[in-house]
Each structure stands twice: as C-alpha cells, then as structure tokens.
C-alpha cells in the first residue's frame, strides 16, 4: 500500500459514486439471495452478474489471488471467506464484503446478512456494528484528523448497555480510489495517535469489525479466512465515504447516507460537479 494519501478530483469521487451504487445493487441482491440452502458461492455468482450486467468489474478477483469477487464470512469467520460448497443454514450471519471497479476508480463496502430467523444476541452484534460505522462516518464529517474517527466509533460501542462486544484491532479501514488500498489506515477503536489531517479529496473506507466474545483470531489454512479463536460469531459493515470541500458524501449509498446520518445531526452534500 502506498503510504502516499490520495486525493481525488470532483470528478473522480464522481465516478468512485458511480462505481458504489452498482456495488450498493450487488449487495442488495446478495442479501435477497441469502436463504437457507443457498450456498456461499451461489451468493458469489448473484454479485458477479450484478457486475456484469453493470459494466463493472471486481477488484476483489484475483486480488493476492483471491477466487471470488466477494468475500463471505459466515458465523465466527471474521473477514475475508472464500465462497464454496458451504451451505447455508437459517440462523446464521454472513459478513458479505464486496468492491467494485468503474474506469479504474474504486468502491467497496460490507454488510452483516441475516440467514432466516438468527438469534435476538446477532441480531444485537450487528446492529452495533452498523451503527458504529455510522457514528464513524458522522465524525468524518467534521473530523479535523482520522484518529477521530476510530475514536467515535469505539465511544458509541463502548456506550452500549448490555453485553460487552469486542473491536477487532487486526483489521483496519483504508483509504480508497484508484486501488482499492490505500493510505491511510482508518482504525476502528481508541488508537491514542491522532493520524493525519483530513483533507477535501480523500475517500475512506470506514469498516468495523465486532465480535460477542474475544478479539483474538486466527486464519485458516486457505490463507484468507480469518475467525474468532473462542468461535464466537463476528459483523462487519463497511462503506466508502468522500470529503469534499462542501461536506461527505457516502459513495455506496444511493441517498450519500442522508437517512442513517440524520439521527448524528450530519447532512451529506452530493459531490459538486465541477
């Protein structure tokens, strides 16, 4: 990864845009898709033809020689599953993250997916996670540096009654645009280091991971999928988000994350033209 920030043109960010609602429809249609029976790479096949018939393409495919254009952790696989035969049963949770392409310029995000009826404790995990990816996401808005933005995230799960969820350290948001990666790293809890300044231009994926039990894991002997040591389940949510010299906007989402960003106070501005 570049340790180089990048920052994007108006028009850039524009087609990043472009590139998240298609993605923002192949999650649709991965969620729509996942029901018992159906197998982590039937999941695989619904987002590639999303793709397709877009004129997209996958940035997670052949990435480090990745075999899918999704990544699909079920139950205690935290990140980074490679879709197979592996059945689905009602119950479980699947993190769906997914990217894609659109003239070179980059999108990704994630979202927890319900299998039938899961339990109210899952149910609990996931909400969390997503609301603390917005909670991220409305510091962004106004964040002077990216350390900020970690810091709200773990401030509202650490906010939370009930049961203690743990904020996976291993794995970071990123910078995004013209590849996928890119600096800097996005960290999702209390780093104690403030990071660099924000700037108009900069795109960042904001994707916590949070677990019910510790956030110890380890990775299988595929090389890519990453699960809990105690076997407890995992979430993650992701999305792209811009600054720009009017505000953020969300790329993959259709309405820049206007309905989930109100309750924090934060309007998103679409990304000027010129």
């Known amino acids: 990864m570049s340790r180089q920030i990048e920052l994007k043109t108006n ?135 990216v350390g900020e933005i970690g810091n709200a995230i773990e401030d509202y799960v650490r906010g939370q009654d009930g049961d203690h969820l743990g904020i996976l350290e291993d794995y970071v948001g990123h910078g995004i645009g013209s590849a996928m990666h890119q600096a800097p790293d996005v960290f999702n809890y209390r780093s104690g280091m403030r990071g660099p300044r924000i700037k108009a231009g900069m795109v960042l994926a904001i994707e916590p991971m949070l677990v019910r039990g510790d956030i110890a894991t380890k990775t299988l002997s595929d090389d890519w999928t990453v699960v809990t040591v105690d076997g407890a389940n995992a979430s993650q949510w992701e999305h792209s988000v811009a600054r720009h010299k009017e505000g953020i906007w969300v790329i993959t989402s259709p309405d820049g994350g206007a309905a989930q960003l109100e309750r924090f106070g934060v309007v998103p501005v679409p990304i000027p033209q010129k």
């Open 11 to 145: 028009a850039q960010m524009a087609k990043m845009h472009e590139a998240g609602l298609i993605l923002h429809q192949g999650l649709d249609a991965v969620v729509a898709a996942a029901k018992p029976g159906a197998t982590t790479n039937d999941l695989d096949q619904v987002f590639r033809k999303v793709l397709a018939d877009n004129g997209a393409t996958s940035n997670f495919l052949g990435y480090y020689g990745f075999p899918a254009t999704i990544c699909a952790s079920v139950n205690d696989e935290v990140v980074h599953g490679i879709p197979g035969d592996s059945v689905l049963q009602d119950g479980d949770i699947i993190s769906v993250d997914a990217g894609a392409i659109i003239d070179g310029w980059h999108s990704d995000s994630a979202r927890t997916v319900f299998v039938g009826d899961v339990t109210p404790e899952d149910q609990r995990l996931s909400a969390i996670t997503e609301d603390a990816m917005w909670a991220g996401i409305a510091a962004y808005a106004t964040a002077k540096h």
